[in-house]
């Protein structure tokens, strides 16, 4: 647990706190690592040899399932999303990683891949790779979110606020569900719209939530100056890194909202650090060529 100090007075009726699941394993960090460990046990219970999963370019999910497979003894299988990928000159480090640690990767159109959970997409796939276990694009299930109700303690239950990242919906909805009743849960989702909440209410059972959908930055993995000279500037002052998918934004979001006073003075927050990090690499890669500020 990391106290953020107060900066330029907007802290000073609050206490501000970094959970640093991204310490957890270098590799299946963060709710990585809390998705896949009820699914790897699973897997292993029924006695099967491959994972499958599903993901794009730069997918940290794609990531963590390749290195967990590896370290349990699971062949693996990525189904990634754009048959271009397989052919571009410049090297993806995601998917480079993902090789490295044995996973078979699967490239399709992005036609193709809106079917990815029909029957006849799951046939072609068995009749290619043989049986496996299908771990769901960025690992999002009720056995993933078993897993991330874990992300909380008892330690944690003075906070008012508990803050995440939201991807899939997976990570926000275990904390949810663990969550105490005087607790709220904020979601600052990395996508635009607002279909997550409904994916969200399959797995939440308490009503203690909501989506702060203003901090997406126009939507996943698009970023701006601004975004880029926070996490730098966080870095800098912190020692603790932000990727900017999803933990940079939320974080960037709280900022602006006790800015704002959105929080009630004397609130104690609790802001959960994903991981996600393993994506800096190609995100520099891409403001390289813009000519942009690259993250620290």
Same mark, same amino acid.
């Given at each position: 647990?990391?106290? *953020?100090? $107060? *900066?330029?007075?907007?802290?000073?009726?609050?206490?501000?706190?970094?959970? &640093?699941?991204?310490?957890?394993?270098?590799?299946?960090?963060?709710?990585?690592?809390?998705?896949?460990?009820?699914? *790897?046990?699973?897997?292993?219970?029924?006695? !099967?040899?491959?994972?499958?999963?599903?993901?794009?370019?730069?997918?940290?999910?794609?990531?963590?399932?390749?290195?967990?497979?590896?370290?349990?003894? !699971?062949?693996?299988?990525?189904v990634i999303r754009g048959e271009e990928l397989q052919y571009k000159k410049q &090297?993806?480090? %995601?998917?480079?990683?993902?090789?490295?640690?044995?996973?078979?990767?699967?490239?399709?159109?992005?036609?193709?891949?809106?079917?990815?959970?029909?029957?006849?997409?799951?046939?072609?796939?068995?009749?290619k790779f043989g049986s496996f276990y299908i771990v769901p694009e960025g690992g %999002?299930?009720?056995?993933?979110?078993?897993? =991330?109700?874990?992300?909380?303690?008892?330690?944690?239950?003075?906070? $008012?606020?508990?803050? =995440?990242?939201?991807?899939?919906?997976?990570?926000?909805? +275990?904390?949810?569900?663990?969550?105490?009743?005087?607790? @709220?849960?904020?979601?600052?989702?990395?996508?635009?719209? $607002? !279909?997550? %909440?409904? $994916?969200?209410?399959?797995?939440?059972?308490?009503?203690?939530?909501?989506?702060?959908?203003?901090?997406? !930055?126009?939507?996943?993995?698009?970023?701006n100056s601004e975004l880029i000279s926070f996490i730098n500037n966080f870095k800098?002052?912190?020692?603790?890194?932000?990727?900017?998918?999803?933990?940079?934004?939320?974080?960037?979001?709280?900022?602006?909202?006790?800015?704002?006073?959105?929080? &009630?003075?004397?609130? @104690?927050?609790?802001?959960?650090?994903?991981?996600?990090?393993?994506?800096?690499? +190609?995100?520099?890669?891409?403001?390289?060529?813009?000519?942009?500020?690259?993250? @620290?």
């Open positions: 647990m990391f106290k *953020i100090p $107060d *900066i330029s007075n907007i802290q000073l009726q609050n206490q501000l706190y970094l959970k &640093p699941e991204y310490l957890i394993d270098p590799f299946v960090s963060g709710n990585k690592y809390r998705k896949l460990k009820y699914n *790897i046990l699973e897997a292993k219970a029924q006695n !099967f040899s491959q994972l499958v999963t599903f993901g794009g370019a730069y997918s940290n999910h794609i990531a963590a399932v390749a290195a967990a497979g590896k370290r349990f003894g !699971f062949g693996t299988i990525g &090297p993806n480090s %995601t998917l480079t990683f993902a090789e490295s640690q044995g996973m078979q990767l699967y490239y399709v159109s992005r036609e193709a891949y809106r079917q990815k959970a029909t029957p006849a997409f799951l046939q072609l796939l068995q009749n %999002t299930n009720e056995l993933a979110v078993l897993g =991330c109700e874990e992300i909380l303690t008892q330690a944690d239950a003075q906070f $008012d606020y508990i803050t =995440c990242a939201v991807g899939t919906g997976g990570t926000i909805s +275990g904390l949810i569900n663990s969550a105490n009743v005087h607790q @709220k849960i904020l979601g600052f989702p990395a996508l635009k719209g $607002d !279909f997550l %909440t409904k $994916d969200i209410s399959k797995f939440a059972q308490q009503k203690n939530w909501e989506l702060i959908t203003a901090y997406h !930055f126009g939507g996943y993995a698009k970023i800098e002052q912190f020692n603790i890194p932000l990727d900017p998918i999803y933990t940079g934004k939320m974080v960037y979001g709280v900022f602006h909202m006790l800015q704002k006073g959105y929080f &009630p003075e004397g609130s @104690k927050i609790l802001m959960i650090h994903t991981g996600g990090l393993q994506g800096i690499v +190609g995100m520099n890669r891409v403001l390289e060529n813009k000519n942009m500020t690259k993250i @620290k």
